[in-house]
């Protein structure tokens, strides 16, 4: 994964995953290769030869094994053009025929031009980037230039930074001359025009849109004869900008047609006052902050925050709650290389596996000075989750600001650009995270995080845990990224030891952990509907599974064809790490795990991501009793554990003996193409469930299943592929409820 890569220098690859194929029947799993159509050999498929034509032509499809694609590739590295002798030999060597050969090394000729071309695009995008950059600081130099008449401050068209701060001042008191005004009028009857002629002269001029409802947001119709960028229920003022999303040229669909030219100021004055307000959050110990019982750290006294701070997007949208926390901790990681990650949108996005379903950056509003990242400011979208069906994931449109605040010490502020746009859920205000280096290389990172929201979407049994800040709060943010880069640190530690006495080189084990993370990550995809992909909703019944459809086709890492997934969460009376241990627990597998051969499987190969024994943080490949057979279709499980206070996950997947092996061996796991399963674990805060868990709390429990159904994407989907997923995970569910009876009255007799 990127974001492992580029930490430590070493792990290049990005953590991908996904689990093995099961049929509509349930009775077939297998991993998918490369596909060929000029094939001898392989999968038929019978497809039409036309659209008016009433005959059907048959068609062969060949699947690569992993070792013939590493094959061809080296030979593809030695010579990209082989002649007619050597495509025989290859060809012999393995079992392919010419044209199979031929039609690779054409199709990987194709590739590799358009990955240069790619490569190109991106190199000219960021000569591109350097000559905006310096444009910027050619028109920020001409903003003081020198008369040579008489040595002062020459008069030009544009005004500097200090005159633009000070209209931005005139103009809130000028918002603040209008509310007296009104109030004037009010009480002594006399009509609001009289007060207009005090306004400074020249403000008309200036188009200032800086208040709450001056761009055309925010108002109700009753309220647009009053004067804007007031806020009429407290009198506080605001006077950050805000986008307008009715603005021609303004935010659309994906992020397409802003007009940055046109908004840069408005950005940068928003992350100025974001940055702003970040660090008086972090320095106000007292006032501001209460101790969280629940969750842990700190939550916002909300009522003190609406006293002391300005209203930076303005109102609360009605029906919105607010959620605001700050946490603190250690994360072995020095700032510099923390910030270089926060500002990669893909390194972010692996940072915070499982909050974060996709991540993409709109725009560079701000390259920063130099080669340093100070000042840095970007526009980015990205969506984040909590891995349930039951809670919708946020859709986010933001600034992110990057200032170095001294030596050692940055802070990184994220702010809502597009809040109160239409089909927004949920906007967040100035959160962020302030890092101070360590003398040992590691970094103490203090978390904020606030943000409003409609909490009509979420169900009643959510709705603890979100409020605790244990779902989307800083002490979530905190402990992923604390378990993110102690994962890091100890796969690519040589002190660190492999269960059983297996051995790894540090690429295999490089390769194994980016295939666990992509595994992961398309698990929590498929839970949340996010992760770049289209879903289709098949049936989203209250209380029943969801059911999902997206359909791939010639996605690297990817099976083609229809793959449906299903997920559901239920209320477990337990407490949710003690069924976590319980989950893990091989010999209660069979009991829950509809999937399981049935027999007892042990772990091959079990690679810790953190240094405390016991932990149950792990990585780990799984085979029957009895090991794997010599057969080539022998199927292995990988699966991936982590947990924290906030919560547990566990996503496995079968793989291909021979495709774990050069995955083991180093090679490239991005080939290897699966579809997970798996279930994710959060404490429920004293749910709302009208049940009590046996004195110890109960927990929320999601439960998930990826099954590619049909290989040719364009089949439609029958109910029999539906019914059989929700068999599979009704059974599953099912087989938990048991396991946890079962725990509970042994604990009940042993006591």
């Not at 700050?326 to 990669?344: C, K, P, W």
């Not at 080189?505 to 698990?523: C, E, I, V």
């Not at 049936?539 to 690297?556: G, V």
């Not at 996503?651 to 050069?662: K, L, S």
Request: with cysteine.
């Amino acid at each position: 994964m990127e974001g492992l890569g580029d930490h430590v220098g070493l792990m290049g690859e990005n953590f991908e995953g996904n689990l093995g194929r099961v049929r509509g029947d349930g009775s077939e799993s297998r991993s998918g290769g490369s596909d060929n159509v000029e094939g001898a050999s392989g999968d038929e498929q019978d497809i039409p030869a036309g659209p008016s034509s009433g005959s059907r032509r048959r068609q062969k499809y060949h699947r690569h094994t992993p070792y013939q694609i590493q094959e061809l590739e080296a030979s593809f590295k030695d010579n990209p053009h082989p002649d007619e002798k050597e495509r025989l030999a290859l060809g012999k060597k393995l079992n392919l025929a010419n044209k199979q050969v031929k039609f690779w090394f054409q199709n990987r000729r194709t590739q590799m031009k358009t990955q240069m071309e790619r490569h190109e695009n991106a190199i000219l995008k960021q000569e591109n980037d350097k000559l905006r950059i310096e444009n910027i600081a050619m028109k920020e130099a001409i903003r003081a230039p020198v008369c040579n008449n008489c040595g002062g401050q020459a008069m030009v068209g544009d005004i500097s930074i200090d005159e633009h701060h000070i209209r931005i001042e005139n103009a809130r008191l000028r918002d603040e001359l209008d509310r007296v005004s009104i109030l004037a009028n009010k009480f002594l009857g006399r009509p609001l025009s009289s007060f207009g002629g005090s306004l400074p002269l020249g403000m008309g001029s200036f188009n200032l849109e800086l208040g709450v409802g001056r761009n055309g947001y925010g108002l109700n119709p009753m309220d647009v004869g009053l004067p804007m960028g007031l806020d009429y229920s407290n009198g506080i003022s605001n006077v950050l900008p805000l986008m307008s999303p009715s603005r021609p040229g303004m935010m659309s669909a994906g992020g397409v047609g802003l007009d940055l030219s046109y908004e840069k100021n408005m950005f940068l004055d928003l992350a100025m006052s974001a940055m702003d307000e970040l660090m008086k959050l972090e320095q106000n110990n007292n006032l501001l902050w209460i101790g969280n019982t629940e969750g842990g750290g700190e939550v916002l006294d909300l009522n003190e925050y609406t006293r002391n701070f300005p209203l930076c997007l303005g109102m609360k949208p009605q029906g919105y709650v607010s959620e605001a926390s700050r946490a603190s901790g250690v994360v072995m990681i020095n700032s510099v290389a923390l910030m270089d990650s926060l500002l990669n949108v893909n390194q972010w996005r692996d940072m915070f596996l499982g909050m974060i379903g996709s991540s993409s950056m709109i725009d560079v509003i701000s390259g920063g000075t130099g080669d340093s990242r100070n000042g840095v400011v970007q526009l980015m979208q990205a969506e984040i989750q909590l891995v349930s069906p039951s809670v919708p994931a946020r859709q986010m449109r933001f600034i992110r600001y990057c200032r170095q605040q001294a030596e050692g010490v940055w802070a990184v502020v994220d702010v809502s650009v597009d809040a109160g746009r239409e089909g927004s859920t949920s906007r967040r205000l100035p959160s962020g995270c302030i890092v101070h280096d360590m003398p040992n290389g590691c970094s103490k990172v203090m978390w904020i995080e606030h943000t409003e929201y409609n909490e009509s979407g979420v169900p009643q049994h959510y709705r603890p845990l979100i409020r605790s800040g244990l779902g989307f709060g800083a002490q979530k943010w905190i402990a992923t990224l604390q378990r993110h880069f102690e994962c890091i640190a100890t796969i690519m530690s040589p002190d660190t030891t492999i269960e059983n006495g297996s051995v790894l080189s540090p690429g295999g084990k490089r390769s194994l952990a980016s295939l666990a993370q992509r595994m992961t990550a398309n698990f929590c995809a498929g839970v949340c509907a996010t992760g770049g992909h289209k879903w289709e909703v098949i049936s989203n019944e209250p209380e029943a599974a969801r059911i999902l459809i997206r359909k791939s086709l010639n996605n690297l890492g990817d099976p083609s064809g229809a793959v449906l997934s299903a997920s559901i969460s239920v209320w477990m009376p337990i407490q949710h790490q003690r069924l976590f241990a319980l989950m893990l627990n091989e010999e209660l597998r069979s009991k829950w795990d509809v999937l399981s051969p049935g027999s007892a499987m042990q772990n091959m190969i079990c690679l810790p991501k953190t240094q405390d024994l016991g932990n149950l943080n792990t990585i780990s490949l799984r085979a029957n009793a009895t090991g794997p057979s010599a057969n080539q279709n022998s199927v292995l499980v990988l699966q991936d554990s982590a947990t924290d206070v906030t919560g547990s996950l566990m996503v496995y997947a079968a793989v291909d003996v021979e495709a774990i092996t050069v995955v083991m061996n180093g090679g490239d796991s991005s080939y290897v193409a699966l579809l997970p399963s798996g279930f994710a674990i959060v404490p429920d805060c004293v749910a709302e469930s009208g049940v009590k868990a046996e004195g110890e709390g109960g927990s929320l429990l999601t439960v998930g299943f990826q099954i590619l159904v049909n290989d040719l994407p364009s089949s439609n989907i029958k109910m029999e592929s539906v019914n059989t997923v929700i068999n599979l995970i009704t059974r599953t569910v099912q087989g938990i409820k048991d396991v946890i009876h079962s725990d509970q009255q042994g604990r009940q007799i042993s006591s």
